[in-house]
């Protein structure tokens, strides 16, 4: 089996709840970045042997939280040796408002993952854009290049819609199943 690492902060929850899911449908181990921005220990090991790296971030004033810039900058050190070379990547945002600014955070994550020559996965589900779609249909907030999750601001986070989990979880099956085409 591969082995899959989902790395993401959390401020609130929501997606803390999105990685969840994505982690059941990839069979991944969840590596949550705390609120200082700093990984638990052990965290870097477990980054370097793992097959593919899913990042994960709430979309805060148009971009990535800054937990997630720190972890990204602290990455800096395994860039100068190019230790995540060829590894695969994958990406995703949960945001409150239904565009918010979601594919900015999206491409940061993109960004990130080339600066360190990986291999980019992406969401492979065709949007649910019609006129009988519903918001719990799969993929309705729309994205191609990784997978996007709409929370709306007055949501707990056990009332993330359950078409976007369900979209998580094939995006988590996806990303397995590309990490287990490579072996
Ligand atoms: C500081 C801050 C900035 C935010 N900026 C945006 C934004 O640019 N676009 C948006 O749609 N939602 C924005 N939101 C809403 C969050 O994306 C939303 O509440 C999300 O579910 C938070 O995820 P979390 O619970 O994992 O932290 C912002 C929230 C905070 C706290």
Partial sequence: MSNIVVVFHSGYGHTHRVAQAVAEGAGAQLLAIDADGNLPEGGWETLAAADAIVLGSPTYMGTVSWQFKKFA?????VWYTQGWKDKLFAGFTNSATMNGDKFATLSYLWQLAMQHS???????IMPSNNKAA???AVNYVGGYGGLLTTSPSDASPAEVPAGDLDTARRFGERVAEVARSRR
């Fill in 134 to 136: 519903t918001r719990d």
């Fill in 73 to 77: 900058d602290a990455s800096s050190k």
């Fill in 118 to 124: 990986g291999l980019w996965v992406s969401l492979g």
